[in-house]
């Protein structure tokens, strides 16, 4: 394929089907090994995608994204043997059609690994230590069982007892939106002006995804109290990996125990057999640092920013 074939568009719900055929073709156990991750940043990241082919056939896609005026790219959702082809046609597309040096932030450590960049003079590549993926035992999460996770259970166990007949937990479906909507919108109200700035995009994140929940391959769960939504979360699958990615989770902090009532209900429900979870990166935010390391991880999925040394 020349690299002046390639057509960037900006991704769109109604091309997710298309390139879901590319993902879970080689091994990646980051947040972006499934297709709604980038979805839920494709407008703050100004996220266009093109499909790569070679010899007559479509064999990947390649990334194009925006950040305050800078070009950087994502590792290429391909199979394993087509790798290396893809990500040398984006580097080709990026020096000279758009003519700066090649960047990919998040690439997972696999990809690295299989590229072998750490050892190509043309990159530096650096781990991006505070954005790595927390990875948990998907049976350990759903019993909240053992010394460790005992504090958690306890809450779990006093949310259950104290709003006993009160509460509800299902399944989420597109016609619930306007439901989420309220309490997203209480949520991000009730954080106020003092926040994390990936809030606000996480929020237009959250209402993309369910304006247009019917193209995306998600899962999404919620609990009730007083007839009120109070939690929910979103989640989807990898099957390579046989690894449930939580993209979110958000509740009244105000009611005790909820937060550990709907992680383990979702998964006991809606992916009762995953053996990992991916439960994404604590964005270097001390306060997410803590709670994710409470649920005692079992490893990462590593991440690390490539940068072309021109």
Same mark, same amino acid.
Request: one cysteine or more; glycine letters at 6%; charged letters at 35%.
């Given at each position: 394929? +020349? ?24 091994? +990646? ?11 839920? &940043? ?20 390649? &990334? ?95 949310? $259950? ?25 209480? &949520? ?67 009611? +005790?125990? $909820?937060?550990?009532? $709907? ?45 072309? +040394?021109?």
């Amino acid at each position: 394929m +020349n690299v002046e074939d390639i057509k960037f568009k900006r991704l769109e719900a109604k091309d997710i089907g298309e390139y879901k055929s590319f993902y879970g073709l080689r091994d +990646n156990k980051t947040c972006d090994s499934v297709p709604i991750e980038s979805f839920i &940043w494709k407008d703050y990241y100004q996220v266009q995608v093109a499909v790569v082919e070679k010899d007559g056939t479509d064999v990947g896609i390649i &990334w194009q994204m925006c950040d305050e005026g800078k070009y950087y790219s994502a590792m290429p959702i391909c199979a394993t043997e087509h790798l290396s082809y893809c990500f040398e046609l984006s580097v080709e597309y990026f020096n000279k059609i758009l003519k700066v040096p090649y960047r990919i932030a998040l690439a997972d450590e696999e990809a690295v690994k299989e590229l072998k960049l750490e050892s190509d003079v043309r990159f530096t590549v650096k781990e991006q230590e505070e954005l790595k993926d927390y990875l948990y035992d998907g049976d350990a999460m759903r019993s909240l069982a053992g010394k460790k996770l005992h504090k958690k259970k306890n809450h779990y166990n006093k949310f $259950i007892k104290e709003y006993e007949g009160r509460y509800i937990y299902r399944e989420l479906v597109c016609s619930d939106r306007d439901d989420v909507f309220r309490m997203l919108a209480k &949520w991000r109200d009730d954080k106020g002006d003092e926040v994390e700035e990936h809030l606000d995009p996480e929020v237009m994140g959250v209402h993309e995804i369910l304006k247009n929940c019917r193209a995306l391959d998600i899962t999404m769960g919620g609990v009730y109290v007083d007839d009120v939504l109070e939690a929910f979360t979103v989640g989807s699958y990898n099957k390579r990996e046989d690894m449930a990615v939580i993209h979110i989770e958000k509740a009244n902090a105000n009611i +005790n125990g $909820i937060y550990q009532f $709907i992680n383990k209900t979702f998964l006991c429900e809606e992916f009762p057999t995953a053996k990992l979870i991916n439960r994404e990166d604590d964005l270097g935010i001390e306060g997410l640092r803590r709670a994710k390391e409470s649920y005692m991880p079992i490893g990462y999925a590593r991440k690390y920013l490539v940068e072309q +040394n021109l």
